[in-house]
């Protein structure tokens, strides 16, 4: 009946709605070639579609030519630093300079080669996974900002579980906390504490970073998510 092929025509667009909110912009709506509503309804949607898979293309491939780019430069900086820090006579104002010049950049380097996954990983479902000890890398990252932390005079503590294994990328799980930790360093005053925590609960994995500084203005909160 009638009502029975509204039905199923609605629900076939919803459901190719859903999987292209998901991320699959290859799909597009059903066209039955009907000649009515629902066609020119379709119709006008898939070439909106084609339109945003092409710009999204586009741009992918314009970031991904850039960071490619990039990557010349920072490398031949970072070997022309370490070469010159094997120099004999340097003082030690220029070798610290040159040391913290060189951590900066590795961490531009690394921080490229971050926005590289995400950018090739957007709107697929292939990102590569392996084993991860969640707790066990939050301390690791805890280890390794408390000295910078420490010169700011800011307690930076790993608290909860001994063992939280999961599957997920390390690599940008490991953006995610250096991120926050970072920020928390920035922003926490002189003599603030800062508390990284992964509890293992019986059907998920919470970590939080928490401190005790200004916090984010209620109005702000939804558009810093972006």
Not at 15 to 32: H, K, Q, W, Y
Not at 76 to 105: F, K
Request: aromatic residues 4%; charged residues 30%.
């Amino acid at each position: 009946t009638y009502s029975r092929r509204m039905r199923r025509r609605v629900s076939a667009f919803a459901n190719t709605c859903e999987s292209i909110m998901a991320g699959d912009l290859s799909r597009r709506l059903p066209v039955e070639k009907s000649h009515d509503e629902f066609d020119e309804l379709g119709t006008a949607v898939n070439r909106m579609l084609e339109t945003i898979e092409l710009q999204t293309d586009m741009l992918r491939t314009t970031f991904d030519s850039a960071a490619h780019d990039l990557r010349g430069p920072l490398y031949r900086a970072r070997v022309r630093i370490e070469e010159s820090l094997q120099h004999e006579g340097l003082s030690e104002d220029a070798r610290g300079t040159m040391e913290a010049t060189l951590a900066e950049l590795e961490r531009v380097q690394r921080t490229l080669g971050t926005l590289l996954q995400i950018a090739r990983a957007e709107g697929r479902r292939d990102v590569p996974t392996e084993a991860v000890d969640l707790a066990a890398l939050a301390r690791e990252l805890v280890d390794l900002y408390r000295p910078e932390a420490a010169t700011r005079e800011i307690t930076l503590e790993y608290r909860g579980a001994d063992a939280a294994p999961t599957r997920g990328n390390s690599q940008l799980l490991a953006q995610v906390l250096v991120n926050l930790i970072e920020n928390a360093i920035k922003y926490v005053s002189q003599g603030g504490r800062i508390d990284v925590s992964v509890a293992a609960e019986p059907d998920a994995i919470v970590l939080q970073v928490a401190d005790n500084g200004p916090g984010i203005p209620a109005a702000d909160r939804q558009r810093i998510l972006q």
